[in-house]
């Protein structure tokens, strides 16, 4: 019951860009240039403390930033072995999440209007929502091999609850005099549920479909690393285990690109997707 | 809510209905029907594939062996670690997270790194801090605050942006100092906020812990369910996962229940 409200959990890309209301003319920190200008500033100076920091330090403890940017150079251009291994997970990511949005989204909408069938499975689901699935990584060893399956598998089981949870908030949030207005003026089941309940379910499903997204990269990178070794996880875990750390960080920061790269796209998705909502999602 | 409470009259009766009609309602009976039903399926199932995945039975009688000698004292080690993790992150969380708010310059150069490495699996960094820390205890207690600490300072840091400026113009009409204003509007406007991440942190500190002893640190609860599970004691695994499962739920209903009495002008809707 009580994990319900974690449908709160909002991952939130913030707007930086958002200056407070100012009487005055716009201050430097509030214009595109100067923002840019902070920006680069502290980038170059990240780099330049990290590269003065690794220099007197063991390679294998800490690479500086020329080497990694030479790593990544051959792992992206040369070798591509870091296209190769994220190439992989992503599809396999993909098709994990896809499953689970199939899965989810009716099967959300069903527990959200029919009060018998979110009794049934509400102990379930609440269980398995509020367990880490790293858990599960053991067991799925044991029950499906350390093969494609296990990857999907916790892809599946990563990203699966959040849009589950998130689907049944918002079917359950639809304001009911919307839906005895729709009675009243004899609407079919079919009616209500396409021109009602889903409309104003979707900004929760696609809050719970941008939780899941980013659950399901954790958990592809998780099976990558506890039990496969392969795609960007194993690389990852292969260079550490050799201490060749200029490669560790061209690989955290591979997993980091589709990650942020995830989060930006949903969020653009979500402002084009419910546009009535512009403005008033600000504080999310 | 305070139904509870109230709930000691003498003939048991809380508005009207005893306490049993309370318990016995279509619903929880329907859930409990749902769990029989499910076990004895599970049961039955288990027992043609032992290997698979265990049995209701089997799990309680590995419990009833392996709890208190074996599970729990893992499961302390692990505790312990999440909670030095989390008295750590919520501080410093809380603190980045109205420092980027409060201050411009801080806001446009730090948020773009802070939103980077909330994005990031922390699972990917585990390599790297092995090599840094050891595999020691200091190494759960930085993935718990790696994990925690992120959700924490965005979600402050959203809380205490988004507020609505029309409060404090209103304070400020009416003289409040700064300290005031803080107390009385900054506080308690940003507080559901901070509540929301530190449930989100503490999720993930807890998957983070697990994660860095089932690949590094093996010990804890991490460590028995990777060590059954390499000798197929499935049921043995399974008692790990079913603590941990009771434990996030007592863990995650507590938070909010504590939210619900901490923050009772916050109608659980609002934070969404």
């Not at chain 1, 350390?146 to 359950?172: C, E, M, Y």
């Not at chain 1, 546009?275 to 600000?282: D, F, L, Q, V």
Request: with cysteine; glycine share 8%; proline share 5%.
């Amino acid at each position: 019951m009580t994990a319900r409200t974690a449908a709160e959990a909002t991952p939130t890309v913030s707007q930086p860009t958002s200056p407070a209301p100012s009487p005055r003319k716009p201050g430097l920190l509030y214009r595109r240039s100067g923002i840019w200008l902070v920006r680069i500033v502290t980038f170059v100076a990240i780099i330049a403390f990290w590269e003065w920091y690794a220099s007197d330090k063991s390679i294998a403890l800490i690479a500086p930033p020329t080497r990694v940017a030479q790593s990544f150079y051959e792992m992206v251009v040369v070798d591509q072995s870091l296209i190769v291994a994220l190439a992989g997970s992503v599809v396999t990511m993909f098709i994990g999440l896809v499953l689970a949005m199939l899965v989810a989204v009716p099967l959300g909408i069903a527990m959200g209007r029919s009060t018998t069938l979110d009794a049934v499975l509400d102990p379930y689901v609440t269980f398995l929502y509020v367990l880490p699935s790293v858990a599960f990584v053991p067991v799925l060893v044991v029950m499906l091999g350390i093969d494609f399956q296990l990857r999907l598998a916790l892809i599946f089981l990563s990203a699966v609850f959040p849009i589950l949870i998130n689907t049944i908030a918002g079917v359950k949030h639809v304001d009911q005099e919307l839906i005895d207005g729709g009675r009243s003026f004899v609407a079919t089941e079919r009616q209500i549920m396409r021109t009602i309940v889903l409309p104003s379910s979707i900004p929760y499903i696609f809050a719970g479909i941008r939780i899941g997204f980013s659950a399901a990269w954790v958990g592809c990178i998780v099976a990558e690393m506890t039990a496969l070794i392969t795609g960007v996880g194993g690389l990852l875990l292969e260079a550490a285990s050799r201490f060749r750390t200029a490669d560790v960080f061209v690989a955290i920061f591979g997993i980091m690109i589709v990650a942020v790269t995830i989060q930006w796209f949903m969020s653009r998705l979500e402002v084009w997707l419910t546009p009535w909502r512009r403005g008033e999602t600000e504080g999310h | 809510m305070g139904a509870a409470t109230t709930a000691s009259t003498v003939d048991g009766t809380v508005g009207g209905r005893t306490i049993a009609e309370r318990v016995l309602t279509r619903r929880n009976g329907l859930k409990i029907a749902s769990l029989l039903v499910v076990f004895s399926m599970w049961e039955l199932w288990g027992r043609a594939n032992p290997f698979f995945a265990s049995y209701p039975t089997a799990i309680a009688e590995a419990a009833s062996r392996i709890l208190f000698p074996e599970v729990l004292p893992a499961f302390l080690t692990t505790l312990w670690a999440l909670t030095v993790g989390m008295v750590l992150a919520i501080p410093i969380g809380m603190a980045f997270g109205f420092g980027l708010a409060r201050f411009r310059l801080l806001e446009v150069a730090l948020l773009p790194y802070m939103n980077a490495i909330y994005a990031t699996p922390r699972i990917a960094l585990i390599p790297i801090l092995v090599l840094w820390l050891g595999i020691a205890f200091e190494l759960r207690v930085t993935i718990v605050i790696l994990g925690a600490v992120f959700p924490i300072i965005i979600n402050t840091y959203s809380g205490a942006k988004h507020m609505d400026s029309e409060m404090i113009d209103t304070g400020r009409a009416f003289m409040a100092s700064e300290r005031q204003l803080l107390k009385t509007i900054i506080i308690p406007a940003t507080a559901p906020f901070v509540f929301a991440g530190i449930r989100i942190g503490l999720g993930r500190g807890v998957s983070g812990v697990i994660v860095a002893e089932m690949t590094a640190a093996l010990t804890g609860i991490g460590r028995i369910l990777i060590s059954h599970a390499k000798y197929l004691q499935i049921a043995e695994v399974f008692v790990g996962i079913m603590l941990l499962g009771l434990f996030s739920l007592v863990l995650m209903g507590g938070l909010v229940r504590a939210q619900r009495r901490l923050t009772p002008w916050d109608d659980a809707e609002r934070a969404r």
